[in-house]
């Protein structure tokens, strides 16, 4: 069974950068296509970005794609989201997420009911 753990969240000024990082146990992450998504106090858990499980695809969404880079290091089975310019609306609680196994189509990733492994979530905060 896929577990995933998120680390690297914490407080930044606006204007600052994070790295989040995604690390599986229990199964090796070479094999998951992997989302990360975020959810703030009384929204709704929104995409993020989307990696495909050799790297070769990669996702973002209108209000990431120019300040946030997805990658990963299957030899150490992470992921990364290497986060910059950071705004205080990007604070929220960000997930790395996996589907079970070649069930996301690429070009639709953005669907959170379709991840089946979720990470505990770290909390991101942005001070203005």
């Known amino acids: 069974q896929l577990q995933l753990v998120e680390s690297g969240g914490g407080l930044v000024q606006s204007g600052g950068s994070l790295r989040l990082s995604c690390a599986a146990s229990?199964?090796?992450?070479?094999?998951?296509?992997i989302g990360w998504f975020r959810q703030a106090p009384g929204e709704e858990r929104e995409a993020v970005s989307f990696?495909?499980?050799?790297?070769?695809?990669?996702g973002y969404t209108d209000l990431t794609k120019d300040r946030f880079i997805i990658s990963r290091d299957n030899t150490k089975n992470t992921v990364y989201l290497q986060m910059n310019s950071l705004k205080p609306e990007d604070t929220a609680v960000y997930y790395c997420?996996?589907?079970?196994?070649?069930?996301?189509?690429?070009?639709?990733?953005?669907?959170?009911?379709?991840?089946?492994?979720w990470g505990q979530g770290t909390q991101v905060t942005v001070s203005s």
């Open positions: 229990g199964s090796t992450i070479r094999s998951y296509d």
């Open positions: 997420a996996a589907p079970r196994l070649n069930t996301i189509e690429h070009s639709s990733w953005a669907q959170a009911q379709d991840y089946e492994f």
């Open positions: 990696i495909s499980n050799n790297g070769g695809t990669v």
